[in-house]
């Protein structure tokens, strides 16, 4: 008895002691999380005078000027257009690599499955630098420098291995009665696939949507190296904003704010959806 006390008592002062070191390290990551961001806002509406005077205080007056410059100095418009299309292609081509990939993975039998599931896997190992050279060389033998064709393929095979490796762990809940009945009846790979998996695995198929993009519309070195200047991506195109001998950080801060508004604004809306669904397809797996 005095023992179960004794423990009772433990497993009570337990929180009471950790809870403010726990709300201090809490609080401790959001001031290192919000204060840049803050800063960076605020800068986008002052000048250079204002901010180096005083980083932290608001701007004396806010108007869209440094927006308007950004745009006009980086060709920030195209520049987001070309992004656009480039991570739109990417996103389309790898899950229409990935999507059937992952299916044959999960309905191959034996060993063969798993040897495949472990070679995408390999995927996820090769370090991105390195491929840099071999990438470019292979562009450049190619006549492909400067080709945004080129870099959405280079893009699909960068995020294929993820794309199979996450599909193929929600393909696993879908119960195999119901592809088993629906061959049965005549269905073909792709019927079944469009109408039975498809549906079944929309939460885990928008998750990597939305992790490929956040991943794509960020990606610097593929496209500073491949890209000419007429087709560059907007996060190659907010660091030109930037000079040798002079640079007008309100500018810089407008245009970093407007690259990051769709990653943001993905992050803030799927937040929640997109850890519920990597941890169930994790416990799937």
Partial sequence: ???????????????????????????????????????????????????????????????????????????????????????????????LVGLPAAYGIVRLRGKLGGLLEGFFALGLLIPIFPLLLPVFLLAAGAGLVGSPVYIILVYTAIRTPITVLILTRFMRQVPSELIESAEIDGAGPVAVVRHIVLPLVSPGLVTILILNFVDLWNEYFFAFVLLRTESRTIQVAVPSLQTEYFTEFGYLAAGIIVSVIPVYVLLVVFQRRISENIFSGALAS
């Avoid at 201090?24 to 000048?47: D, H």
């Avoid at 005083?54 to 520049?79: C, K, M, Q, V, W």
Wanted: proline share 5%; net charge neutral; no cysteine.
């Fill in 1 to 95: 008895m005095l023992n179960l006390r004794s423990s009772t008592e433990r497993t009570h002062r337990l929180p009471s002691f950790w809870d403010p070191i726990a709300f201090g390290l809490a609080a401790l990551y959001a001031v290192v999380i919000v204060v840049p961001i803050y800063f960076v806002v605020i800068s986008s509406f002052k000048s250079n005078l204002e901010i180096f005077r005083d980083p932290l205080a608001l701007p004396s007056h806010y108007d869209l000027t440094n927006f308007i410059t950004a745009f006009d100095r980086a060709r920030l418009g195209e520049a987001f257009a070309n992004s656009a299309v480039i991570v739109v292609g990417a996103l389309a081509l790898s899950t």
